[in-house]
């Protein structure tokens, strides 16, 4: 599979913003996808998923109630919408997949196989 991640861009603080990662080559919902991010001189870190055995999302605690992961199957695209953003959500996000991630593993990079060129978002105040 194949992802292609966009969206991103400036954004003012308490804005909105929808990052999305198209797949290509094969059928998304085949796929837990996760949205991850990565500020310069740091780790990756978790932001969201959708699991592909019946679509059970999680987030990170610094994101929940303000981010929202869905998938539409029909565009093969999993989105990531984010609201009510701040400074510490500048970042580049990244996509990626994989076809056997168990549960428990679906927040750690390591775990996923594929991933999108990333995007930037910068929340400005």
């Known amino acids: 599979v194949q992802l292609q991640a966009s969206g991103g861009g400036q954004v003012q603080a308490g804005g909105s913003l929808r990052l999305s990662c198209e797949a290509s080559?094969?059928?998304?919902?085949?796929?837990?996808v996760a949205w991850f991010r990565r500020i310069p001189g740091k780790e990756r870190e978790f932001v969201a998923r959708?699991?592909?055995?019946?679509?059970?999302?999680a987030y990170a605690d610094s994101v929940k109630g303000r981010f929202t992961i869905s998938r539409d199957n029909a565009e093969n695209t999993v989105y990531l919408q984010m609201n009510s953003v701040n400074a510490e959500d500048t970042a580049v996000y990244y996509c990626?997949?994989?076809?056997?991630?168990?549960?428990?593993?679906?927040?750690?990079?390591?775990?996923?196989?594929?991933w999108g060129q990333g995007t930037q978002v910068t929340v400005s105040s």
């Open positions: 990626a997949a994989s076809s056997t991630v168990i549960l428990s593993a679906s927040t750690t990079p390591q775990s996923y196989a594929y």
């Open positions: 080559g094969s059928t998304i919902s085949s796929y837990t």
């Open positions: 959708v699991f592909r055995r019946g679509g059970a999302t």
